[in-house]
């Protein structure tokens, strides 16, 4: 097989796994705690950004002004209900289809990386047993700048030795898609095609992704 395809960076929260639902309810009971609104409409501001940053935008919902040591100390409550969720994540919690085109990139030898703003990123790789897939994984610990900014997927292309030419992303936030056209790369968008208006191609979900499909991006 000739192409261009070297690399297949992955967002991890809402492709390879729905952990944005444990995110989401971690923050949903600090903002209770706190008496701030916060339902799922805010909620899909979150998608792709940092924790840090996740705060201030359920703090816009607030009366108060907050010191940083406080807003530091909620980050931590909320990441230790964020952990306790998914110290339970099984191997059963991938998405359908993941497995199979994980499968399809390791038979025709393309590099695989896992590319998230999550600190947990390595933690849930290891929890759903799928760390033998990936050759690199970029987390939050890794980068300084989120999405939309490129750095997660220059990261994850430098360190597999590959350019962004070569690489096409898997994104489930518009922020992700816009980051990866940024770092010029090929994006994939997995969900709603009229929020991911920016991919170049986006699929309803992993299973009606193939090789095939992708490689057409490459022609
Ligand atoms: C991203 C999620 O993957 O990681 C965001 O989409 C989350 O919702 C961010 O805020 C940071 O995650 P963590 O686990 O480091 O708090
Ligand atoms: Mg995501």
New binding site residues.
Partial sequence: MKTQLKAVLF????VIVDT?KY?YLAWKKLADSEGIYFDEKINER??????MA?LEIILERSSRVYSEEEKQKMTEIK?NW?REMIEQLKPDEVLPGVIDFLNSLKKYGIKCAIC?????AAYIIDKLGIKDYFDTIVG?QDITKSKPDPEVFLVAAERLNVSPAECVVFED?YAGIEAAKRGGMKAVGVGNPDILTNADVVYKDMTEVTLEKVLKLFQ
């Fill in positions: 967002d991890l929260d809402g944005a995110h979150l998608k792709g950004v940092s924790r996740s990441n964020y998230s703003a999550s600190k947990s939050g936030a």
